[in-house]
């Protein structure tokens, strides 16, 4: 990309409108994102697939277990918190430049909050809720950046303060007055 462009820089996740690759094959859609293209200078990830995931694949989940964060795969026992975590720090290490983020929400990668923790791989109800591995490391390492699902968005405010702050880093990044 153009280091002067002043388009925003947004990692946004594959599934809103680029590519049908939820665990169940489909695209998520999301028209506010499809909005943006044009405007803003997408970089747009699944970390699921990156990982090694297929599409469709079996679901993954987050499991809590001896106060551990684990991402599991109940269909295949498969624990890819350590895939996950290794691919989440390389990926966010590369971008830097980001001006923000737009995460699908309630993903057990994406999720910023509202994701389904479990203290087992077989439970079938969440003990609580929180966020899922990549959009968690995302959070921890850009605490300035403003990072925002797809639900979060359809709030105008949140939208408003949201495209306001990443036109703003972009035209600070290219060297303009906001």
């Not at 989940?61 to 720090?89: E, N, W, Y």
């Not at 899922?132 to 699902?149: D, H, W």
Request: glycine share 8%.
């Amino acid at each position: 990309m153009n280091k002067r462009s002043s388009k925003p820089r947004v990692i946004v996740s594959k599934c809103l409108t680029f590519s049908a690759c939820r665990w169940d094959g489909v695209a998520a859609g999301d028209s506010f994102v499809k909005s943006l293209k044009g405007q803003v200078d997408f970089v747009a990830v699944c970390p699921e697939a990156l990982i090694g995931l297929g599409i469709p694949r079996h679901p993954i989940r987050i499991v809590i277990s001896k106060g551990r964060i684990s991402l599991m795969q109940p269909a295949t026992l498969r624990d890819l918190t350590d895939r996950m975590k290794s691919f989440a720090s390389k990926f966010l290490g590369r971008h830097t430049d980001a001006d923000g983020f737009i995460l699908k929400e309630r993903s057990p990668s994406c999720g910023l909050s509202g994701v389904k923790w479990y203290s087992r791989i077989d439970s079938r109800r969440a003990m609580s809720m929180g966020g899922g591995l990549f959009g968690s490391e995302a959070v921890k390492r850009f605490p300035r950046l403003p990072i925002e699902t797809e639900e979060s968005l359809k709030d105008p405010a949140v939208r408003e303060r949201f495209l306001k702050r990443i036109f703003k880093r972009a035209a600070r990044r290219a060297g303009r007055k906001a």
